[in-house]
């Protein structure tokens, strides 16, 4: 899999030139030269790391970082060209995962990345958010995404998603869904499963009525897509 970053650097010369260096490395890089345009993108896509501009045109770094880290957990690299020890201070405790002074070697910068995604990786497979699309499924945190906005379900409702989105792809009947969800007792009978999944929709499908996440095998049980948008 091809990683994707996005760099938040107004310096457009140096912008490209980080474009140019990591897409030779083998990475999807996305650019944006303003706060707001990378809130935008990073609502719209899925990217596997940020590199962050701490000195912005329209906002300053710290904030956006503080507004990506309550909406993601995305790694972030800030990028800093301030002195103060201070300011790397406070990016690190806003939840960047690291920082680099300007100037830099592209060659530093890329190591840094690797170091991140090798320290994200030897996490445990259940710390590790699921990602489908536009979907993101953060088990660590018990917090679920569209778009990069919460979405408010029961703790019940999530483990149940969560038993769907890890078995992908796979059928699952209801009395498979409460043996795989520990914790409240349902009654088959009066089909709650049921309701929990109509309003898991609703928090998840662009249209419930329509869902393309979650799909209704008749007389099987459930399905959780494998490819989503």
Same mark, same amino acid.
């Given at each position: 899999?091809?990683?994707?970053?996005?760099?938040v650097?107004d310096?457009?010369?140096?912008?490209?030139?980080?474009?140019?260096?990591?897409?030779?490395?083998?990475f999807?890089?996305?650019? !944006?030269a303003?706060? &707001?345009?990378a809130l935008?993108?990073?609502?719209?896509s899925?990217?596997?790391?940020?590199?962050?501009?701490?000195?912005?045109?329209?906002?300053?770094?710290?904030?956006?970082?503080?507004?990506?880290?309550?909406?993601?957990?995305?790694?972030?690299?800030?990028?800093? !060209?301030?002195?103060?020890?201070?300011?790397?201070?406070?990016?690190?405790?806003?939840g960047?995962?690291?920082?680099?002074?300007?100037?830099?070697?592209?060659?530093?910068?890329?190591?840094?990345?690797?170091?991140?995604?090798?320290?994200?990786?030897?996490r445990?497979? &259940?710390?590790r958010?699921l990602?489908?699309?536009?979907?993101?499924?953060?088990?660590a @945190?018990?917090a679920l995404?569209?778009?990069?906005?919460?979405?408010?379900?029961?703790s019940?409702?999530?483990?149940?998603?969560?038993?769907l !989105?890890e078995?992908? @792809?796979?059928?699952?009947s209801r009395? &498979?869904l409460?043996?795989?969800?520990?914790?409240?007792?349902?009654?088959?009978?009066?089909?709650?499963?049921?309701?929990?999944i109509s309003?898991?929709?609703?928090?998840?499908?662009?249209?419930?009525?329509?869902?393309?996440?979650?799909?209704?095998?008749? @007389? &099987?049980g459930?399905?959780f897509?494998?490819?989503?948008?």
């Amino acid at each position: 899999m091809t990683e994707r970053i996005l760099i938040v650097e107004d310096d457009s010369r140096l912008a490209e030139m980080l474009e140019e260096y990591l897409g030779q490395a083998g990475f999807r890089v996305n650019r !944006a030269a303003f706060g &707001a345009a990378a809130l935008e993108q990073l609502a719209s896509s899925v990217f596997d790391a940020v590199v962050l501009d701490l000195t912005l045109p329209d906002m300053d770094g710290l904030d956006l970082c503080r507004q990506l880290r309550a909406k993601s957990a995305v790694p972030v690299l800030m990028l800093t !060209a301030r002195g103060a020890a201070t300011d790397r201070i406070i990016g690190l405790e806003l939840g960047a995962d690291d920082y680099l002074p300007k100037p830099f070697e592209p060659r530093e910068l890329l190591a840094r990345l690797r170091a991140i995604w090798r320290r994200s990786s030897a996490r445990t497979p &259940a710390d590790r958010p699921l990602r489908f699309g536009r979907l993101e499924i953060d088990r660590a @945190g018990h917090a679920l995404r569209l778009d990069g906005d919460l979405r408010s379900v029961t703790s019940y409702q999530f483990s149940l998603l969560v038993a769907l !989105a890890e078995n992908a @792809g796979r059928v699952l009947s209801r009395e &498979a869904l409460m043996d795989l969800v520990k914790g409240e007792q349902l009654e088959m009978f009066d089909r709650s499963i049921d309701v929990h999944i109509s309003r898991i929709r609703a928090a998840i499908e662009d249209d419930p009525k329509a869902p393309r996440r979650i799909i209704t095998v008749r @007389g &099987a049980g459930y399905v959780f897509a494998r490819a989503q948008d």
